[in-house]
């Protein structure tokens, strides 16, 4: 039997063993929430901040997908309501022309009589497809608020946990536990440790940073009355102002008659007729309007949707609701009476800004 012998196929690394006291330094290291790699020290927060950039990153594309297929419903249902509106229309005229016809041109009564009948089906199909177009819609904007919020809150704490790292590496540097510590492990290192943040840090850090500018944020004061309500100053229109009522239980920016009519809006015979229960258990009727802007602070949104409530109304006061608030990830404070308003700043409003800056 031949016996062969192979040399040079297979190197294997030198593996360093620690001695016990290396093992009780790299232990009471780990005790401070400092990781021994093979050739620094890296706090574990470090490594949070890294998964949670991955994780934010997830989430910019997830808001900026749900936000596209909120624009994308918001004109299909408009188009819809044009749609409708022209429909209607023209069967109040066909309605006219038929009550004007002379009685025994049986063909023509006919015909109007078809007309009128094929345009109040398209109308039946198109309220039904609005229906569950705007159950599509409202989903859609619960979407991209869940979505928002999620962004917001994790570079909020992103920036806290950034800002803690920083403070915390200044800190353990000074602890005569983690000196001795590092001190025993500089005994047999080829390159001596130092307890410092790393550049990977320093990148994330400045990646928050373009993350955090995307971020806008105001907090607005707000005038508080007797009975707990909290009014906000609303510039509706680019030129008219009202004070509202900031309310979150209302799924609607709602206006009384007689304050629409202040600020520019009259609602037309056109305009979706819809049914509203108000605070007292009441049912009442309310057309559906759709302000271009709407103001509150620097935060403007536009195509605002807005219930404009019938003349018996007479008490209601004016509610900036969800269709407004939704846009937003925003936060009442009772105690200091302020609105916080907080937005995600686009991608085309990004583009906008740069050009802007250089």
Not at 9 to 38: D, F, M, N, T, Y
Not at 242 to 264: H, K, Q, W
Not at 305 to 333: H, I, Q, R, W
């Given at each position: 039997?031949?016996?062969?012998?192979?040399?040079?196929?297979?190197?294997?690394?030198?593996?360093?063993?620690l001695?016990?006291?290396q093992?009780?330094?790299?232990?009471i290291?780990?005790q401070?929430?400092?990781?021994?790699?093979?050739?620094?020290?890296?706090?574990?927060?470090?490594?949070?901040?890294?998964?949670?950039?991955?994780?934010?990153?997830?989430?910019r594309?997830?808001?900026i997908?749900?936000?596209?297929?909120?624009?994308?419903?918001?004109?299909?249902?408009?188009?819809?309501?044009?749609?409708?509106?022209?429909?209607?229309?023209?069967?109040?005229?066909?309605?006219?022309?038929?009550?004007n016809?002379?009685?025994n041109?049986v063909?023509?009564?006919?015909k109007?009589?078809?007309?009128?009948?094929?345009?109040?089906?398209?109308?039946?199909q198109?309220?039904?497809?609005?229906?569950?177009?705007?159950?599509?819609?409202?989903?859609a904007?619960?979407?991209?608020?869940?979505?928002r919020?999620?962004?917001?809150q994790?570079?909020?704490?992103?920036?806290?946990?950034?800002?803690?790292?920083?403070?915390?590496?200044?800190?353990?540097?000074e602890?005569?536990?983690?000196?001795?510590?590092?001190?025993?492990?500089?005994?047999s290192?080829?390159?001596?440790?130092?307890?410092?943040?790393?550049?990977?840090?320093?990148?994330n850090?400045?990646?928050?940073?373009k993350l955090?500018e995307s971020?806008?944020?105001?907090?607005i004061?707000?005038r508080k009355?007797?009975g707990?309500?909290?009014?906000?100053?609303?510039?509706?229109?680019?030129?008219?102002?009202?004070?509202?009522?900031?309310?979150?239980?209302?799924?609607?920016?709602?206006l009384?008659?007689?304050?629409?009519?202040?600020?520019?809006?009259?609602?037309?015979?056109?305009?979706?007729?819809i049914?509203l229960?108000?605070a007292?258990?009441?049912?009442?009727?309310?057309?559906?309007v759709?302000?271009p802007?709407?103001?509150?602070?620097?935060f403007?949104?536009?195509d605002?949707?807005?219930?404009?409530?019938?003349?018996?109304?007479?008490?209601a006061?004016?509610?900036?609701?969800?269709?407004?608030?939704?846009?937003?990830?925003?936060?009442?404070?009772?105690?200091?009476?302020?609105?916080?308003?907080?937005?995600?700043?686009?991608?085309?409003q990004?583009?906008?800004?740069?050009?802007?800056?250089?």
């Amino acid at each position: 039997m031949m016996t062969l012998l192979l040399s040079g196929a297979l190197c294997l690394a030198p593996v360093r063993h620690l001695s016990a006291e290396q093992s009780s330094a790299k232990e009471i290291l780990e005790q401070h929430g400092i990781r021994v790699l093979k050739d620094r020290l890296q706090l574990e927060s470090e490594t949070e901040l890294s998964k949670s950039l991955r994780d934010v990153t997830k989430l910019r594309r997830t808001l900026i997908a749900t936000d596209r297929e909120e624009t994308k419903l918001q004109q299909q249902k408009e188009a819809a309501l044009v749609q409708i509106q022209s429909l209607e229309q023209e069967h109040t005229k066909l309605s006219g022309q038929l009550a004007n016809i002379d009685q025994n041109n049986v063909a023509l009564n006919n015909k109007l009589v078809g007309a009128l009948n094929a345009i109040r089906g398209q109308l039946n199909q198109l309220n039904q497809g609005l229906k569950q177009h705007s159950e599509r819609l409202d989903e859609a904007r619960k979407e991209t608020m869940q979505a928002r919020e999620a962004f917001v809150q994790l570079v909020l704490d992103m920036r806290q946990l950034a800002d803690t790292t920083s403070a915390e590496v200044t800190t353990l540097a000074e602890n005569s536990d983690v000196q001795t510590a590092i001190a025993e492990l500089n005994k047999s290192a080829e390159v001596p440790y130092e307890l410092a943040l790393s550049r990977s840090f320093t990148r994330n850090v400045l990646q928050l940073e373009k993350l955090e500018e995307s971020i806008l944020i105001e907090t607005i004061p707000l005038r508080k009355t007797a009975g707990d309500s909290f009014y906000a100053s609303v510039v509706i229109g680019g030129e008219h102002t009202a004070e509202m009522i900031v309310d979150s239980g209302a799924s609607l920016m709602t206006l009384p008659l007689t304050i629409a009519r202040e600020v520019g809006i009259e609602p037309s015979a056109t305009d979706p007729q819809i049914q509203l229960k108000i605070a007292n258990g009441d049912v009442i009727s309310a057309h559906m309007v759709v302000i271009p802007k709407v103001r509150v602070g620097k935060f403007v949104v536009e195509d605002v949707e807005c219930a404009v409530l019938g003349a018996e109304a007479t008490d209601a006061t004016p509610l900036l609701g969800m269709s407004y608030l939704g846009k937003f990830k925003f936060e009442l404070n009772a105690q200091e009476s302020t609105l916080k308003l907080v937005d995600v700043e686009s991608q085309d409003q990004s583009k906008q800004r740069n050009r802007r800056t250089r």
